[in-house]
Nanobody, 123 residues
């Protein structure tokens, strides 16, 4: 599975951005998807994840209530809607795919990664 992330850019604090991650291949609906981010000098951290069917979602405490993960299995695409952005959300955001339907918060449990898209939030 190949992943292509897009939608990053510059936003002001309090603003919004929507990231997209398009996946190649078949059986997309059987695969959980995750979003992670990595700020300069920091380790990659979990942001959000969604099950293959889209019925279950998980969020890091730092983004809960502000970010929403969703997917359109007909388009092989997962989204991350980011609202009420904060300067500390600045990072490169990566989408990742698991080979199972259940999501995970652990980056080591994902099989393939997109190239990352930079999100910069100014104060």
């Amino acid at each position: 599975v190949q992943l292509q992330a897009s939608g990053g850019g510059l936003a002001q604090a309090g603003g919004s951005l929507r990231l997209s991650c398009a996946a190649s291949g078949r059986t997309f609906s059987s695969k959980a998807m995750g979003w992670f981010r990595q700020a300069p000098g920091k380790e990659r951290e979990f942001v959000a994840a969604i099950s293959g069917s889209g019925s279950s979602t998980y969020y890091a405490d730092s983004v809960k209530g502000r970010f929403t993960v969703s997917r359109d299995n007909a388009k092989n695409t997962v989204y991350l809607q980011m609202n009420a952005l904060k300067p500390e959300d600045t990072a490169v955001y990566y989408c990742a795919v698991r080979s199972t339907i259940l999501p995970s918060t652990k980056p080591t449990e994902y099989n393939s990664w997109g190239q990352g898209t930079l999100v910069t939030v100014s104060s």
